[in-house]
């Protein structure tokens, strides 16, 4: 009998744990997939986001860089 109270605790700790950690990652992912659209820097290669400030449209593709050094360099190499 003192088991199965030890394992029904056990089972509501471990349900209890889940649903916070299940909370916490989706509110995450939800907060990711609004800025996490990651473009890389064909300079440096550094991943940035989509809404960074720098960014260049080449050949009707847009390019992001993660600095303005970086959109610097790109078009001096485009000369
Ligand atoms: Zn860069």
Redesign the pocket.
């Known amino acids: 009998m003192k088991y199965l109270i030890l394992l029904a605790l056990l089972l509501l700790v471990g349900r209890y744990l889940y649903k916070r950690l299940g909370g916490k990652k989706r509110g995450q992912m939800s907060r990711q997939s609004r800025t996490e659209v990651l473009k890389q820097?064909p300079?440096?290669g550094?991943y940035v986001p989509e809404d960074e400030e720098f960014c260049l449209r080449s050949q009707g593709e847009l390019l992001y860089?993660?600095?303005k050094d970086?959109m610097r360099k790109y078009k001096e190499l485009k000369r």
Do not use: E, P, Q, R
Request: net charge negative.
């Open positions: 820097d300079v440096c550094a860089f993660c600095s970086c």
